[in-house]
């Protein structure tokens, strides 16, 4: 009996020292993080403490304020927290307060959320690569300093490292969200007519993006990642009646902007079209000559409410065929 009962002293002795030493490697990485941040040039607050004693280390920072003055930006939380087993340390919980500050060179954002969770695996080395990750957001609005607001009733965003993939820096991405609300002056210029209604039903996108270097520890201290191919098997849209799905390949050109196909299929088509006329997005005689040659693809596939058809983009611009629509998306900044 006194045998059994040393062993289980000295085992839970043992487990107590491991949780101390891991509760304090925890402490001492990041409030050494946030002094190299400081030595950097960026502003990085924040009170560290670690709980969770016996079977998890959970560290909480309170009044946490990070900026980066170089690249314009800032964000500031009450408190953030980053979860953990014990036994799994490699597999972060992520939980952002119901209230959080972004700021950048254009705006400051304040974002309230009943639900902001995420989950992180990194690799168990010093650069701590992304593995896979998801983002779980719930009732989140967002309010900028101009009093503008938007905001999304639920979304889901889940990354991980491409399996199997020739180029090592290769990420799936998948993002799906619902009763996504935009500002009202966005509304107003793409539904000047009112038809549509005022939050879009479901946004998802997936795809495969492949960047130059790893999302490690490296990326987000300094320059992020640059984009090199972004393949998209399914982005989805549906707007009221407006129904539009895309699937291609784009990359950046030269000068940051996309260049490649997209292969759209679009439902009730002429109610998109309109929409942009009337929101003065389109010019009107681009527009005329929009709606008779897509009417004409449209009879030929055998349904004139459903339009299929090449969205190319090259030399800064999109194309619906030879028709200019508008600029190319800028998919990552050149110097």
Known sequence: ??????????????WSGYWYWNASARDRALTGWLEERRAAGWIAEGDVRVTGFPNRVDVVVDGLMLADPRAGWSWSAPEFQLLSLSYRPQHLIAVWPGEQTISTSYDTIRVASERMVGSVVVEPNRLVGLDHS?????????????GWTAGIGDALLS???TPDAADPFSYDLDFSAHDLRLPDTWIAGIDAAG????????THLAATATFDRPWDRAAIEG??????????SDA???????????????RPDARGFA???????????????????????????????????????????????????PLEFGGGEARLGPIVIGAAPLLTRRP
């Open 1 to 14: 009996m006194r045998v059994l009962l040393a062993i289980v002293v000295l085992a839970a002795l043992g």
């Open 134 to 146: 998801t983002l779980e957001m719930k009732a989140v609005t967002l309010t900028g300093g101009a």
């Open 159 to 161: 990354t991980r490292r």
């Open 195 to 202: 038809v549509l209604p005022p939050a879009i039903e479901t």
């Open 223 to 232: 320059e992020n990642p640059a984009l090199r191919t972004l393949q998209i």
């Open 236 to 250: 989805r849209f549906a707007w009221g009646k407006l129904d539009l799905r895309a699937a291609g390949t784009l």
């Open 259 to 309: 260049e490649g196909k997209l292969d759209l299929t679009a439902r009730n088509w002429r109610d998109m079209l309109e929409a942009a006329e009337q929101s003065g997005v389109m010019n009107p005689a681009i527009a005329g000559t929009l709606r008779g040659a897509l009417g004409l693809f449209a009879r030929l596939s055998g349904d004139g409410d459903t339009l299929r058809l």
